[in-house]
């Protein structure tokens, strides 16, 4: 069963600058394109690192201020006054950059963002060559799935394809991206697979398993039985 991936939400044509590129160049982008971050690359469109907001309201923050450095300085402090120092991407960078890849799943690269607490992801191929980026909003598109595809994603892909259950067996229901499924089937271990499943599909918010079985499987005692309604 197929989930949604990066490759799926990422945007494509992705605006970048060189390592040269000069300040403010990089901001004239940044506004001109309503970006809030652009990856810098090479020749061969390798990330080689990537310029935020953050990274170029540095010198804003420092303006005015004398050029001095302290004698215990943090390495935070020191890289702010470095960038603010700086007049080219190479020096603005924050690098190496927090990437990932097309195929990654969506709930991979959601945890590598919070984790690393960045906003977008420059996706790279097999060679490490940019093509794409992607952004929490980017992540959140797969919850604008329509009530009719999450469903069909459950019937055909879940119960059909995955489970071989006959048609008429379970009920599928789908509510603002909450699913609820219904009716009878023989094993435990059946429903709670059904109800697994269809939460991992694509848009899905919430599972109500309400799939009734027979006969319990994932216990010892076969003799725990729960009536088909």
Known sequence: MRTWQVGDVMTREVVTVQA???YREIVDVVLR???????VVDGFRRVLGVVSEADLLHRVERAGEPAQRRVFESRRRRGARERSEALVAG???TAP????YPQAPLSVAARLMDREQVKRLPVLDD???????VSRSDLLRVHLRSDAEIREDVVQEVLRRVLA???????????????TLAGGLDRRSAVELAGRLAGQVSGVVRVINAIAYNADDTVTDPGQVMPVA
Do not use: N
């Open 91 to 93: 020096g603005l960078m």
């Open 97 to 100: 950059a927090v990437s990932t």
């Open 20 to 22: 040269e590129t000069p």
């Open 165 to 179: 259950v006959r048609d008429g067996l379970v009920t599928v229901g789908v509510r603002h991206g909450e699913v």
């Open 33 to 39: 394109r309503g970006v809030s971050a652009v990856p």
């Open 127 to 133: 060679l490490g060559r940019l093509v794409g980026i």
